[in-house]
Nanobody
Framework: QVLLVESGGGLVQAGGSLRLSCAAA????????MGWFRQAPGEARTFVAA????????SYADSVKGRFTISRDNPKNTVYLQMNNLKPEDTAIYYC?????????????????WGQGTQITVSS
């Protein structure tokens, strides 16, 4: 069974930073691209960032470019999301996901496996 477990969420003031981690088990981690999505209360889940299997290619939503950085450590089966200069509008539940075919990485339908999410709250 594939498990993706997010950690690192919490409460932070606007302008602060957090680093999210997603630990994967039950799959050949280096064979999958990884993505981060988020969902605010009452809103649809939206794409945040993605990274290819070897980390050579990354993609970001316009709303987080220049502030967030996705990275991965394949020997540790872990993907990260470094979040800097956080804004109240970043408040959401953040989910990591795994995709075998790295194509339409901004579309959640492309991802086969999902974590349970971790809450990020940014106060003003």
């Amino acid at each position: 069974q594939v498990l993706l477990v997010e950690s690192g969420g919490g409460l932070v003031q606007a302008g602060g930073s957090l680093r999210l981690s997603c630990a994967a088990a039950g799959l050949s981690f280096s064979s999958y691209g990884m993505g981060w999505f988020r969902q605010a209360p009452g809103e649809a889940r939206t794409f945040v960032a993605a990274i290819s299997r070897n980390g050579g290619t990354t993609s970001y939503a316009d709303s987080v470019k220049g502030r967030f950085t996705i990275s991965r450590d394949n020997p540790k089966n872990t993907v990260y999301l470094q979040m800097n200069n956080l804004k109240p509008e970043d408040t959401a539940i953040y989910y990591c996901a795994a995709v075998f075919a790295y194509g339409e990485v901004a579309a959640e339908r492309a991802y086969g496996y999902w974590g349970q999410g971790t809450q990020i709250t940014v106060s003003s």
